[in-house]
Nanobody
Framework: QVQLVESGGGLVQAGGSLRLSCAAS????????MGWFRQAPGKEREFVAA????????LYADSVKGRFTISRDNAKKTVYLQMNTLKPEDTAVYYC?????????????????WGQGTQVTVSS
C-alpha cells in the first residue's frame, strides 16, 4: 500500500509559477514510476508528466513540455512538479500517482495509487 499526499497548489496569475509536491508513504517508493495528472472542470483527467524510478527519464504531455519539470527525491520519498509560465488552461485539480515497476507512462490505468489532489488556479 502506498499513500500519496499532494501539496503546493494555489492561485497564481498567468505567467507565474508554482511547485507541487507529492509525499509518499511506505518503503518501496523507488520501485514506482511517479506521474502527475490533472482534471479541469468539465474535462476528463489528462496526463501531465511522469518520471522513472531512478529519475533518469521523464515523459511530458505536449501541452506542458518546456514549461513544467518533474523531479523526484527518493530519499525524501517525494515527487515534484515545477510549473512555470502558467496559463489559465492549466487550471485543474492536480493528482500524483504511482505505477509499480514500469517505465514512465501517460496511461492512467497503469497507475496503482492516487493522491487526493491539489487545486491549481491560474487567473488571466
Amino acid at each position: 500500500q502506498v499513500q500519496l499526499v499532494e501539496s503546493g497548489g494555489g492561485l497564481v496569475q498567468a505567467g507565474g509559477s508554482l511547485r507541487l509536491s507529492c509525499a509518499a508513504s511506505g518503503r518501496a517508493f523507488s520501485f514506482y514510476t511517479m506521474g502527475w495528472f490533472r482534471q479541469a472542470p468539465g474535462k476528463e483527467r489528462e496526463f501531465v508528466a511522469a518520471i522513472s524510478r531512478t529519475g533518469g527519464s521523464s515523459l511530458y504531455a505536449d501541452s506542458v513540455k518546456g514549461r513544467f519539470t518533474i523531479s523526484r527525491d527518493n530519499a525524501k520519498k517525494t515527487v515534484y512538479l515545477q510549473m512555470n509560465t502558467l496559463k489559465p488552461e492549466d487550471t485543474a485539480v492536480y493528482y500524483c500517482a504511482a505505477a509499480y515497476d514500469t517505465i514512465p507512462t501517460q496511461h492512467g490505468p497503469e497507475y496503482d495509487y492516487w493522491g487526493q489532489g491539489t487545486q491549481v488556479t491560474v487567473s488571466s
